[in-house]
């Protein structure tokens, strides 16, 4: 089973940290692939690594695309170019592929989600993020989440998810939408719960802490742990459910049936 | 006693927050100003309010010159540019001023420090902060400030001041130094010590609570409160003790000694 996930947004929001911690390896601790951001970028790099994941008992061949560099630099104009590039590079190859005569198994390392970490700012999107966005929403699933959510108290993190919904919206931004056709009826209200999260505050941590003798992950603050598995303090586990067990499927068929149609179209009418 | 405190850093940092806790005012509740920031800025604003506070007894006639739109759009290049002006046309006022016949008392509208608001982002000093510092170093006391450092475990705190630190020297910056020349001999161990605070990490909140049945500001956490007056948790009060009580008039002393004459011999000279 093949998924590629597309990390993007500032240095230091914590996507390494948040990576390693959804997939509970230290993806960017082994030589593999080392994020340490390039201090002076001059334009957005792009930086594959695959990884192999056990998820529920399925072997999950997992690839993680990296941009450092976007948003990093003082003139930020056209950042998000060498993005689309990339994934529309996918979507070429694939085009290529699906056209030849012996035909046989596809390999999909197409970008189905694109993971969109949003500063804590407080006041909510900037320029930098619609723009992304807007250049984006056509092409790739976006996900977007609040990053560092711990930097916000619980009454800031739902003032902020309210401003940046109505910022994606008024800007007619189309994010993922998280359907809930392959949840049970049963838990339609549990799913609405859910979707009413996004966009997701994620906290994120490769520490490992003792709190009431429960070993979790955390943040150590002189005032108390950030416990990010705790879902009274943050959505990790919203996402993480959302992302890897219920809507991975998902978003490989809206990457195939939308998005890669679109392209499809697209380049063939010209 | 006048005084003329500049604040400058991407939209929100914390800097309303901030300014309100250090004066004690809730300067930005008032109708003398609003800083809702221009959501989507087109360049940096400088926008100027005074305010009457008293301090130990004396009364403090300060100006707060806020910068938004620095930093928020998505080409910053040159957003410096409208602050350097600024500088220089009250320096061009005041050299306008002392030349004149009948001297007499001189207004001090100089810029006499600058806090620049620096992002918890974890790595170190982006491209934008060393643009910005060189561009002023020359010209005004810096004084860098690590913004919403709750973001920030302990350990995050000492090496994030530590790599800013390097980063600074790295870059030849000059920022203001703090020296102990007004401070009693005997207090020089503990001069040492709040200079190794350097760069300030603060926490900023205009919310009263109780911890411990004593009234606080802080911030209310699900995990705990983070309180702006508790050493433990940030350099709030020392960055306010040295800049409102203990250096205040060597930072004026530093603008006229140092800057302004630096603005002067360049101008006589051309
Ligand atoms: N407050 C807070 N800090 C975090 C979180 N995740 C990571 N960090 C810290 O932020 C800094 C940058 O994290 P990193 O994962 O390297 O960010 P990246 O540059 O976006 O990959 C490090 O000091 C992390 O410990 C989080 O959820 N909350
Ligand atoms: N974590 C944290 N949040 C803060 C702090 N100070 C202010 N905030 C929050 O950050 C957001 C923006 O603050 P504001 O003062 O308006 O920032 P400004 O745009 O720089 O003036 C608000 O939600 C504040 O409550 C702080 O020290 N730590």
Chains 1, 2 share one sequence.
Not at 11 to 25: A, V, Y
Not at 39 to 53: A, F, L
Not at 73 to 102: A, G
Request: one cysteine or more.
């Amino acid at each position: 089973f093949q998924f590629s996930l597309m990390v993007v947004g500032q240095s230091g929001l914590g996507k390494s940290t948040l990576i390693n911690s959804l997939f509970m390896t230290d993806l960017y601790e082994d030589c593999v692939y080392s994020p340490s951001p390039q201090r002076m970028p001059r334009t957005t790099e792009i930086k594959e690594s695959t990884v192999s994941v056990e998820e529920g008992g399925v072997r999950l061949e997992l690839t993680l695309i990296d941009t450092p560099g976007f948003g990093d630099i003082v003139d930020n104009s056209q950042c998000w170019r060498p993005i689309v590039d990339y994934i529309d590079s996918k979507y070429e190859k694939y085009l290529n592929d699906e056209s030849r005569v012996n035909r046989g198994y596809t390999e999909d390392y197409r970008i189905h989600c694109c993971l969109y970490f949003i500063p804590p700012n407080g006041h909510g999107l900037r320029q930098i993020d619609i723009e992304f966005m807007k250049q984006l929403h056509n092409k790739t699933n976006i996900v977007p989440v609040i990053a560092k959510a711990d930097t916000f108290t619980p009454e800031e993190v739902v003032r902020f998810k309210k401003v940046v919904l109505q910022d994606i919206a008024d800007n007619g931004i189309k994010i993922y939408q998280f359907p809930d056709a392959q949840l049970d009826e049963e838990d339609d209200a549990a799913n609405q719960k859910l979707r009413e999260a996004i966009p997701f505050a994620v906290v994120g941590s490769n520490t490992i802490l003792e709190v009431n003798q429960k070993k979790v992950r955390g943040r150590q603050y002189p005032w108390g742990v950030a416990e990010v598995e705790n879902a009274d303090h943050c959505d990790f586990t919203t996402l993480r459910n959302m992302i890897i067990r219920t809507h991975m499927q998902d978003l490989k068929d809206i990457t195939n049936n939308v998005h890669y149609e679109n392209y499809r179209c697209t380049k063939l009418a010209n």
